[in-house]
Structures are given as C-alpha cells and as structure tokens.
C-alpha cells in the first residue's frame, strides 16, 4: 500500500507516464504485491515437495544406471573369463582325448604285435610238430620198407636158391641187403 501511495505521488506531481499507464490497464500494487508473496511461497513449496523429491528420485535412478552399467561391464568380464577357461578346458580336453588315442593306438599295435608274435609262434610250433610227426613217419616207413625189402630179398633168393640157404644165411643176407639200402 506505501508502494502504491508512492507511485501515486510521484505520479501526480510529475505527470509520470508509467504511472498514467498503470491506471489505464488497472494495475494495483497491492494485488501485485500479494500475487509476488504468492508466487515466492509457491515456488518454496514446489522446490520443498516437488522439485527435490524430484531431483532426488533422478539422482537415485543415476545411481541405478551407473550401478546397472557397472554390473554389466563386470559380467561382461566375467564372461569373457568364462569363454576363455572354457576354451582352455575345451583344448585341455582334446589334447587329453588326442593323447588317448594315441595311447589306443600304440596298444593296439602293441597288442597286434604281440598278437602276430603269438600266432607266428604257435605256427612255428606247428609246423615243428608236423616235421616231428613227418620225419617220425618217414623213419617208422623207412623201417618197414627195410623190413619189407628184406623179406623180398629173403623170398626173392630163397626162390632162386631154392632150399638151399639156411635160417642164417637168410638172416645174413637180409641183413645186408637193409645195411646197403641204408647207406
């Protein structure tokens, strides 16, 4: 109101155009005034209820998002240490499996050939066997055709000479004629 009653003054004893204005458009200092109060305790209020739960609900989601990046640039780590201890794990198996098989491989071929080294010995074996049986035969043969050829021998001269070899002249000359074939 002092405000106003000031303007006013200086209004009439000037002739102040401002002053000329203000009345023209209805402007009252006081209502200006109240509206200004108003609109200080309004934006105190805003800022109080509004405006800072506002900024502090913005910080908090700043918060969450760096945490958030963070947590996926930590997993993001922990993966790639995850693909590189799985590809280790992956060739550390197929060395491992390579190894193996090259273990199987070795013992078959070491069982092969202890399995051939067998086989061939069972074969010479045989075969010793049936040269044993051959050479078996063949002197029981050469025997029986000793004694079969000096019967002949025997019969053959006792035909030509009649009855007039004896018992041991017949012993003598199948004996001679087996010592010949031997020989």
């Known amino acids: 109101?002092?405000?106003h009653s000031m303007l006013a003054a200086a209004g009439e004893a000037t002739g102040n155009p401002a002053k000329a204005i203000a009345d023209q458009f209805g402007w009252n200092a006081q209502a200006f005034l109240s509206q200004v109060v108003l609109f200080v305790i309004l934006a105190v209020l805003l800022r109080k209820f509004a405006y800072a739960p506002l900024l502090g609900m913005l910080e908090k989601r700043r918060q969450q998002i760096s945490?958030?990046?963070e947590n996926a640039e930590k997993t993001r780590?922990?993966?790639a240490q995850a693909e590189t201890r799985a590809a280790e794990i992956i060739s550390q198996a197929g060395q491992q499996a390579n190894r193996i098989i090259e273990e199987a491989r070795g013992a078959a071929v070491s069982l092969g050939e202890q399995e051939?080294?067998?086989s061939v010995a069972e074969a010479q074996r045989i075969i010793a066997k049936a040269?044993?049986?051959g050479e078996a035969e063949l002197a029981r043969l050469k025997n029986e055709l000793r004694r079969e050829f000096g019967r002949l021998v025997v019969q053959a001269a006792s035909r030509s000479a009649g009855d007039v070899l004896t018992v041991e002249q017949k012993g003598r000359l199948s004996e001679d004629a087996v010592r010949q074939l031997s020989a």
């Open 1 to 3: 109101m002092m405000l």
């Open 67 to 69: 945490e958030g990046i």
């Open 77 to 79: 780590v922990a993966l």
């Open 116 to 118: 051939r080294q067998r």
């Open 131 to 133: 040269q044993e049986a």
